[in-house]
């Protein structure tokens, strides 16, 4: 497959497009027939803090960033029923599919939506402000509907750190793997070769991983027990697997 062919985004259905029912327009608007591009991948995905704060890592600091963790974790439109946070998240691939995607989904901010670019997803938006414990307006937080990657060297992480590669058709994945030939176990921000009571079994020998997570997970020595870029590889492995709070 060429590499134009290969081009993919990462699309997330974020809570509040779940919340007001227009999943079916979001996913209409990216068929085929609108965009020359396919699906490759989708999950639904009950949002854990760690793929959050990896997800908008670029973000760490800003006034926004503890608002956007909540929505995007679902808390800001599900705040009672814990069960219907979600997002639904899709690698969508094809001929320019990021810029395609991208103007799909319109401005950041819905008000500059509406204005600019009416009929493009994001206009459906709304703007909430921000403020701090004294009532002041810091900032605003956007429920936009919709993510999408920003460039290819977004999109190869977003991808990689949302899904793993049997989430995808082999012939429609774009990044290296490799068979994983060891156990792997996670517990509270550490990574184990063998079984520790109330750890987490991450991987283990034959299981198909992207290359750079296995990279990150070989780094790995007993007497170093956090090799840097643990979270991105544990954020996925770990989607689904408990209830967040
Ligand atoms: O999503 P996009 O790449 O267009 O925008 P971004 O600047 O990377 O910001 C990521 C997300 O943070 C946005 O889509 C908004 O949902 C949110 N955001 C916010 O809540 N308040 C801001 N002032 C800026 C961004
Ligand atoms: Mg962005």
Redesign the pocket.
Known sequence: MDSDRLEQTLVLI?PDALKNSVTGFILSQLSEFHTGSRFAAAKIVNVNRLLAEEH?A??RG?A?YE??LD?IMGKVHYPQDRWKRRVIAIVYLGPDVLKTVRTM?G??NPHKAREERPGCIRALGTVVPILDAQGKHI??????LV??S?NHEDAEREIKLWFIPHDIPPLMRAYPTETCDTHYYYKQGRLYETYEPSSVFLLGPGDVVWKSDLDILRSYRSDNPAPSGLNKVVAKYLINRFPED
């Not at 900032?139 to 936009?144: A, E, G, L, P, T």
């Open positions: 974020k908008y670029e973000h800003k926004f608002a956007l929505y989904a401005p950041t900032d605003d937080r956007m429920d936009n993510h999408a920003a």
